[in-house]
């Protein structure tokens, strides 16, 4: 049952199926992005928002005007993700779980894919055609920390912060979506906003690429395709991050990132990058050597890589080859495959 009724926008004017499906369509982008920082999934996101157009196709009569429109969707995915959530245990990474660990750790049995929050391609969540001050606030509200933060609030006071302080709604929108009240909006934000501040939320923010970061990370995939790990691990932070979901594993630091790419992990020697951009960072889907196939490398894992100051700060390595045909990636390389120049994360163009 839904969490609260959904009617259906007032008609203005007899819409031909084919303009009201163009006018849903313009609204795919950022409601993934709204359902995704809900529920920590991208995958889920998507199926919400297909849920929330097929509600919305069947509940409307005609074609609204563009506001109206838009706050009759929000409505509707935010009761779908609600009715998501009942019930949900929290997404989290492996740092929110666990200390880090060392090296020379057993890797454990791995926990399902709803233990953890999922990546998401920036071409599917950030929305076209914003300008670059809204651009950079829907790339720092996308990046990994931030949702996981998210993940902590009540499903309600998600919901009031992203739509006041992501999408920039009005308290009085909020409230009338919500069916409540500016006061109870205000305070459910504040409360919103001191469980993020008591979380003590890292501020690494995906930096605006220019040509030293395009050489950082030239200089990563040139050190990892060569499977050079001091030229790799120079390139890190001293408190790097360095995790695997779905395991718990994770490693802070240098040292432990080298021990580990010599040890457990020296399985990825040999492999090959193809860059993408993810959670509003540099990302690159790792391809490890076929075992049934020669000169033919096949997906292994989704690196998002977070820089800050010149160096790498976290390296989140998502080993689910299913991310690969999700995004759009190839599900593999054959020998004479080029690979593509490092692309340049920031405002994203016309989808």
Same mark, same amino acid.
């Given at each position: 049952?839904?969490?609260?009724?959904?009617?259906?926008?007032?008609?203005? +004017?007899?819409?031909?199926?084919?303009?009201?499906?163009?006018?849903?369509?313009?609204?795919?982008?950022?409601?993934?992005?709204?359902?995704?920082?809900?529920?920590?999934?991208?995958?889920?996101?998507?199926?919400?928002?297909?849920?929330?157009?097929?509600?919305?196709?069947?509940?409307?009569?005609?074609?609204?005007?563009?506001?109206?429109?838009?706050?009759?969707?929000?409505?509707?995915?935010?009761?779908?993700?609600?009715?998501?959530?009942?019930?949900?245990? &929290? #997404?989290?990474?492996?740092?929110?779980?666990?200390?880090?660990?060392?090296?020379?750790?057993?890797?454990?049995?791995?926990?399902?894919?709803?233990?953890?929050?999922?990546?998401?391609?920036?071409?599917?969540?950030?929305?076209?055609?914003?300008?670059?001050?809204?651009?950079?606030?829907? &790339?720092?509200?996308?990046?990994?920390?931030?949702?996981?933060?998210?993940?902590?609030?009540?499903?309600?006071?998600?919901?009031?912060?992203?739509?006041?302080?992501?999408?920039?709604? #009005?308290?009085?929108?909020?409230?009338?979506?919500?069916?409540?009240?500016?006061?109870?909006?205000?305070?459910?934000?504040?409360?919103?906003?001191?469980?993020?501040?008591?979380?003590?939320?890292?501020?690494?923010?995906?930096?605006?690429?220019?040509?030293?970061?395009?050489?950082?990370?030239?200089?990563?995939?040139?050190?990892?395709?060569?499977?050079? +790990?001091?030229?790799?691990?120079?390139?890190?932070?001293?408190?790097?991050?360095?995790?695997?979901?779905?395991?718990?594993?994770?490693?802070?630091?240098?040292?432990?990132?080298?021990?580990?790419?010599?040890?457990?992990?020296?399985?990825?020697?040999?492999?090959?990058?193809?860059?993408?951009?993810?959670?509003?960072?540099?990302?690159?889907?790792?391809?490890?050597?076929?075992?049934?196939?020669?000169?033919v490398h096949v997906p292994f894992s989704l690196a998002v890589l977070e820089i800050a100051d010149g160096r790498i700060v976290g390296i989140h390595n998502f080993l689910d080859p299913e991310l690969f045909r999700r995004i759009g990636l190839p599900m593999r390389l054959e020998g004479g495959t080029t690979r593509p120049l490092v692309p340049l994360p920031g405002p994203t163009a016309a989808h």
């Amino acid at each position: 049952m839904s969490t609260y009724s959904v009617p259906s926008p007032a008609a203005d +004017v007899a819409a031909p199926p084919a303009a009201l499906e163009d006018q849903l369509e313009t609204h795919r982008r950022a409601l993934t992005g709204y359902c995704y920082r809900m529920l920590g999934s991208w995958f889920e996101a998507e199926d919400a928002v297909q849920e929330t157009m097929v509600r919305a196709w069947r509940g409307a009569e005609g074609l609204h005007s563009r506001p109206a429109l838009r706050s009759w969707l929000y409505r509707i995915a935010t009761n779908v993700c609600l009715d998501a959530l009942q019930g949900a245990k &929290r #997404r989290a990474r492996p740092m929110d779980l666990a200390d880090p660990m060392t090296a020379d750790s057993t890797l454990d049995t791995g926990l399902p894919d709803q233990a953890w929050l999922q990546p998401a391609p920036d071409s599917r969540v950030l929305p076209a055609g914003n300008d670059p001050a809204d651009a950079a606030v829907a &790339r720092e509200t996308i990046r990994l920390a931030f949702v996981a933060a998210l993940q902590h609030l009540p499903p309600r006071q998600r919901v009031v912060l992203i739509l006041r302080t992501v999408l920039h709604w #009005r308290a009085a929108e909020v409230a009338e979506l919500l069916e409540t009240s500016v006061a109870s909006v205000n305070s459910a934000l504040q409360r919103a906003r001191a469980t993020l501040d008591g979380l003590d939320l890292d501020g690494v923010a995906p930096p605006e690429m220019d040509d030293a970061h395009t050489e950082l990370l030239e200089r990563y995939v040139d050190a990892f395709e060569r499977y050079d +790990v001091d030229a790799l691990v120079a390139l890190l932070h001293e408190d790097a991050t360095f995790c695997m979901p779905p395991y718990k594993l994770w490693l802070r630091g240098p040292k432990e990132v080298a021990g580990w790419l010599r040890g457990t992990g020296a399985g990825c020697h040999g492999s090959r990058l193809v860059p993408t951009t993810v959670n509003g960072c540099p990302a690159f889907g790792a391809y490890r050597k076929s075992l049934d196939e020669d000169d033919v490398h096949v997906p292994f894992s989704l690196a998002v890589l977070e820089i800050a100051d010149g160096r790498i700060v976290g390296i989140h390595n998502f080993l689910d080859p299913e991310l690969f045909r999700r995004i759009g990636l190839p599900m593999r390389l054959e020998g004479g495959t080029t690979r593509p120049l490092v692309p340049l994360p920031g405002p994203t163009a016309a989808h």
